[in-house]
């Protein structure tokens, strides 16, 4: 069974810019999470989608937004770009939300904001 | 804000089994304590979880405290490629039923040939 795949790998952006992101679960999983993972602040939780729907949401602030599509494919977007941006995104699927279950990890995406 | 404490790094050698400690002395009753791990270069991956009692898994078995305030990762023979940072993480329930994965900043295992 193919795994989760998120496109691009790598990026390079310029401050101010937008940026999308996008996160391919493992088939017949639902739901669909995002993190960010820096050095200083380590894995912190974005958000969690299920069924289309914004489930549950991390402390980050509204520049940070994603979406879930009817096939369960994710995308997340940041907008105006901050260097502290800079980070390794991963995105995690799961058969179903809720507290008990198994994530499954993409390889993440290495977002570089100049 | 983080519920979990584990040390910065451990150190093994190879074949010799490793355990690798949490403290989660704010657990609530309902809480799941679930262990990942993450590989260099690579996203993280589900190791275990537990409630109360003991697990075990192909991959390691989880020792869960009477109390259930701290738990404690065992890898029966570690391997090179047991080489990573392992992360205990608490379900961080808010109200309304959300539930936002806390992670620590882990613990980095370091296995010798």
């Known amino acids: 069974k193919a795994g989760v795949t998120q496109t691009p790998r790598y990026l390079i952006k310029t401050r101010g810019q937008q940026v999308t992101l996008s996160c391919s679960p493992i088939?017949?999983?639902?739901?669909v999470s995002w993190y960010q993972q820096t050095p200083g602040q380590g894995l912190q939780f974005l958000f969690e989608?299920?069924?289309?729907?914004?489930?549950n949401k991390g402390n980050f602030p509204g520049r940070f937004s994603g979406r879930q599509f009817s096939n369960s494919r994710s995308e997340m977007n940041v907008s105006t770009l901050e260097l502290g941006d800079s980070a390794l995104y991963l995105c995690?699927?799961?058969?179903?939300?809720?507290?008990?279950?198994?994530?499954?990890f993409g390889p993440g995406t290495r977002l570089t904001v100049t | 804000d983080a519920k979990t404490t584990q040390p910065n790094s451990m150190e093994s050698n190879e074949e010799e089994p490793v355990h690798l400690p949490c403290n989660h002395s704010?657990?609530?009753?309902?809480?799941?304590i679930h262990w990942y791990r993450q590989l260099p270069s690579q996203g993280p991956e589900y190791v275990i979880h537990?409630?109360?009692s003991n697990v075990n898994n192909r991959m390691a078995s989880l020792a869960i405290a009477e109390d259930r305030k701290s738990s404690t990762l065992i890898l029966h023979r570690a391997t090179l490629r047991d080489a990573a940072v392992y992360y205990c993480?608490?379900?961080?329930?808010?109200?309304?039923?959300?539930?936002?994965?806390?992670f620590g900043r882990g613990t980095s295992l370091i296995v010798h040939p």
């Open positions: 088939s017949g999983h639902r739901s």
């Open positions: 989608y299920f069924s289309e729907t914004q489930r």
């Open positions: 537990g409630l109360t």
């Open positions: 993480i608490l379900r961080d329930l808010r109200s309304g039923g959300s539930y936002i994965p806390t």
């Open positions: 995690a699927s799961s058969l179903t939300t809720g507290a008990y279950y198994e994530q499954y």
């Open positions: 704010t657990i609530s009753g309902t809480d799941y």
